[in-house]
Structures are given as C-alpha cells and as structure tokens.
C-alpha cells in the first residue's frame, strides 16, 4: 500500500464557528491534526478546504494544502477531489479521510485503521470502540456500528445506525468516523447516489453498504475526542497544554 492523508477543513460549522482555526496551545485546531497525521508516518498529510486561512495555517504545520470547491456536500467529495488534484498519475492506492477535528488522536489509531485494507475484499474501512457508557446506548448523536466478527479485533460491518442496535444481550460498538478507502472505493462510493438509507438514517456510509461495498471496523479501546463544542475544544486545550508542558 501505498497511503495518503486526506484532512476536509472547512468553516462552516454550526456548534462551533471557524473550528479548524481554533486556537489550542498558541496553534490552530489544524495545526494539532496535522501533526497527529505526520506523526503516524503513513505517507504525505494533505489538507483539502475551500478557505485561504486554513490553507495557509495546514502548510505552516508542514501539509499540502489543496483548495477545492466550496459546494461539496460531504468530506468524501472534498477529499476526492484534492486526491485528483495532488496525485493525478494514481500512486496512491488508499486514502485516509482523517476528521479535521480529533487534535488529539493517537497517531497509532491511524495505523490501525489501514489494517483491514489488507484484505482484498475490503473496500472501505473503520474504527469502533466498545460503548461504556449508559447514556451512549439510546443516544442519537452516538453512531452503532452492528457488525459480525471476523477477529477478536474487528468486525463486518452488516448495518451503522443511530437506533439502539443491536437488540439482546451483548456489547453495543461506538463508530469512530475516520475512514481508510481503496482509491477505487472512494471515486465509485462519491459516484453513487445517496441511498434511501442514507438519507433516512443521515449517515453516509451507509450508501456504501446498500451498494455492496465492503466496510470493516478494527475495535480500539477508546473513542477519541473530537472537537465539536466548546466544552470539547476546552478539554483539547487541557489534554494538549499537559503535554507541551
């Protein structure tokens, strides 16, 4: 394999204004996300955006920066679309769609992400975490990935929902939305029209389900933070500031 991360940044969000840009230690929010991804020594960080100051923030932390268009509708197309611009020859087989707000992943959950891409059959991969918290099973915001084992550290994707699932007895899988795709995965997946359940659910991986694509899920052990509150962006600010001391 030959990878390449894909970081979508754009302004635009509605919890949290100009998030990307975010100050955490002295640096902006990108800053830190680019450093996780150098940090996991997987191959060149790239961040795709429509905006100049977070462009210009992304090259300074050591990243690409690839301006797209304004009007995507997911992070999917956006990262499509810089991956065409940044390698049009095709050397790069697999791409990570890293999430813009985790600035304190682990740069080892990374790596462990490309490892269902090892199997031919998988077009698309995914972390889970084992849900520990009560309040996590009912609640919407928190995305189940119902999956079937195929090692004791990962799992078949069958279905991704918002609904308390599966029924019974059992553990419930948190889904972690960061995702490895094969080059093909990714331009057939952002080809595809939305799919029924997709737009029911509002959740877009599962377009790639209903059309047949493989996804798996490696199991990690904790769901890391993403940035998405002021609250979040404090707790950020604490972890990140602890470290740099």
């Known amino acids: ?10 302004l635009a969000a509605t919890r949290l204004p100009e998030k990307p840009l975010a100050d955490i230690a002295g640096r902006p929010m990108i800053a830190h996300v680019v450093d996780r991804g150098r940090e996991a020594g997987l191959g060149p960080v790239v961040v795709a955006t429509d905006e100049k100051r977070i462009a210009e923030a992304a090259e300074a932390a050591g990243a690409v920066a690839i301006m797209t268009r304004g009007d995507h509708p997911s992070g999917s197309d956006r990262i499509a679309e810089a991956l065409e611009t940044f390698d049009p020859e095709g050397r790069h087989d697999v791409v990570v769609n890293m999430q813009g707000d985790l600035p304190t992943l682990d740069p080892a959950t990374l790596v462990a992400a490309l490892r269902p891409i090892e199997d031919e059959d998988v077009a698309i991969s995914t972390l889970t975490a084992e849900m520990s918290e009560d309040g996590e099973r009912t609640n919407p915001n928190v995305v189940k990935v119902v999956g079937t084992p195929v090692a004791a550290d990962r799992l078949r994707a069958l279905y991704f929902t918002r609904a308390t699932a599966p029924y019974g007895e059992g553990p419930l899988f948190h889904h972690i939305g960061l995702y490895v795709y094969r080059r093909a995965a990714l331009q057939r997946f952002v080809a595809l029209p939305p799919g029924i359940l997709e737009r029911r659910e509002k959740l877009e991986q599962l377009r790639a389900l209903e059309n047949g694509m493989r996804i ?10 993403g940035v998405d509150t002021m609250a979040d962006l404090e707790r950020a600010r604490t972890i990140l500031a602890g470290e740099a001391e």
């Open 1 to 10: 394999m030959n990878p390449l991360i894909v970081i979508p940044a754009r």
């Open 216 to 225: 798996d899920a490696m199991i990690v052990e904790t769901v890391p933070l």
